[in-house]
Nanobody, 123 residues
Framework: VQLQASGGGLVQAGGSLRLSCAAS????????MGWFRQAPGKEREFVAA????????YYADHVKGRFTISRDNAKNTVYLQMNSLKPEDTAVYYC?????????????????WGQGTLVTVSS
């Protein structure tokens, strides 16, 4: 299983970015997909997740209303649309995949991870 994250970059506060996570070796339509992030000097934290059915989405409080997770089963790709970005959103963003019954916000439940993509939000 491989996850390839892309779409990071430098953006001004208030701007938007869309991250992509292309999966191979595992159909995303059958597994939980999640996004986490890690800022310098901080622990990895949960950002968003989608259930394997695609019918449920979950967000950390600090991104709720600004970020949206979605997927394209045909492309086997998961997205994270990030709007109204803030400097505190600066981090390396990771996509991950896990089983159907994992705890969505617990990174230990995910068994495969992408390499991360850097998002930098300037003030």
């Amino acid at each position: 299983v491989q996850l390839q994250a892309s779409g990071g970059g430098l953006v001004q506060a208030g701007g938007s970015l869309r991250l992509s996570c292309a999966a191979s070796g595992r159909p995303i339509s059958r597994y939980t997909m999640g996004w986490f992030r890690q800022a310098p000097g901080k622990e990895r934290e949960f950002v968003a997740a989608m259930s394997w059915t695609g019918g449920s989405t979950y967000y950390a409080d600090h991104v709720k209303g600004r970020f949206t997770i979605s997927r394209d089963n045909a492309k086997n790709t998961v997205y994270l649309q990030m709007n109204s970005l803030k400097p505190e959103d600066t981090a390396v963003y990771y996509c991950a995949t896990g089983g159907r019954s994992i705890s969505y916000s617990d990174y230990e439940g995910y068994d495969y991870w992408g390499q991360g993509t850097l998002v930098t939000v300037s003030s």
